[in-house]
């Protein structure tokens, strides 16, 4: 069963919640819970979090994921991730 209240100061979760922050899930991995517990921590973020978050995303994106880690090892606790 997911603690969808669980919270991680693990840079790995938090790179995980930016990346399933958007309530999407096209692969039905995830357990809802948790989609819904990141979407909830990504609107609850300052602006200045968003911009952290969104320059990991885009540091994933590019394949460079230790570079995804740094940034978001910056952003405050995420929901754990289920899948890690």
Known sequence: MYMADALSDDPA???QAVLNHT???PDKELPPAYV???WRWFSALSGDDQV???VARAAYDKG???EAV???AA???AP???LL
Request: one cysteine or more.
């Open 13 to 15: 979760d938090k790179v």
């Open 23 to 25: 309530l999407a899930d």
């Open 36 to 38: 819904a517990a990141c």
């Open 52 to 54: 952290i978050a969104a």
């Open 64 to 66: 460079d994921e230790g």
């Open 70 to 72: 740094k940034a978001a």
């Open 75 to 77: 952003l405050p606790p």
């Open 80 to 82: 754990v991730c289920p």
